[in-house]
T-cell receptor, first 115, second 110 residues
Framework: ETGVTQTPRHLVMGMTNKKSLKCEQH?????MYWYKQSAKKPLELMFV???????ENNSVPSRFSPECPNSSHLFLHLHTLQPEDSALYLC??????????????FGPGTRLTVL | AQRVTQPEKLLSVFKGAPVELKCNYS??????LFWYVQYSRQRLQLLLR??SRESIKGFTADLNKGETSFHLKKPFAQEEDSAMYYC????????????FGQGTELSVKP
């Protein structure tokens, strides 16, 4: 599959569970992003990785832990989540071109429900 | 503060009518603005960016720095334009962080 893929597409977990979301891009991009999309709220940037280094952490609770082992893969490790963490989690990637208006390519998202 | 505001949650028009989706931004630097669109059951995708000054699917958007706006316009709406539209502001350098507005749902009725 080309573009940005995310697995799983749907996830239901209890508050004591540990799970991971996976994102993979086959576009040769060097930057990857995690966003949270909740009902009635705008898309919120959570983390940015540039050349496999975390360059942005938007005051995200520590129960969310990102990992970027290489430029093609991005994970979001989840543990002891709260019901209010239920949302659509979107992954995106973009090329790194200094000064350029770099388009971000989005995955289909993982719909997370925390019980 | 860096902020993007889309004042309308829902915009409903009839086919063939003009459409304007409003977007205002707040940013102290030189803004780079985008419109993203999400059609039903599809992923979020770029529609257009202000630096390209392009028209995509009949849509245009002009950056007005005086009014800090980047409204999306189309003279004659089509039913297939029905979707969620998000205005986004890029801040920072390489790659950069996108700040999104709340989104406007456009519904084009036959």
């Amino acid at each position: 599959e080309t573009g940005v893929t995310q697995t799983p597409r749907h996830l239901v977990m209890g508050m004591t569970n540990k799970k991971s979301l996976k994102c993979e891009q086959h576009l040769g991009h060097n930057a990857m992003y995690w966003y949270k999309q909740s009902a009635k709220k705008p898309l919120e940037l959570m983390f940015v990785y540039s050349l496999e280094e975390r360059v942005e952490n938007n005051s995200v609770p520590s129960r969310f832990s990102p990992e970027c082992p290489n430029s093609s893969h991005l994970f979001l490790h989840l543990h002891t989540l709260q019901p209010e963490d239920s949302a659509l989690y979107l992954c995106a990637s973009s090329p790194l071109i200094a000064g350029g208006a770099n388009e971000q390519f989005f995955g289909p998202g993982t719909r997370l429900t925390v019980l | 503060a860096q902020r993007v505001t889309q004042p309308e949650k829902l915009l409903s028009v009839f086919k063939g009518a003009p459409v304007e989706l409003k977007c205002n931004y707040s940013y102290s630097g030189s803004p780079e603005l985008f419109w993203y669109v999400q059609y039903s059951r599809q992923r979020l995708q770029l529609l257009l960016r202000h630096i390209s000054r392009e028209s995509i699917k009949g849509f245009t958007a002009d950056l007005n720095k005086g009014e800090t706006s980047f409204h999306l316009k189309k003279p004659f709406a089509q039913e297939e334009d029905s979707a969620m539209y998000y205005c986004a502001l890029r801040v920072g350098n390489q790659g950069g962080k996108l700040i999104f507005g709340q989104g406007t749902e456009l519904s084009v009725k036959p």
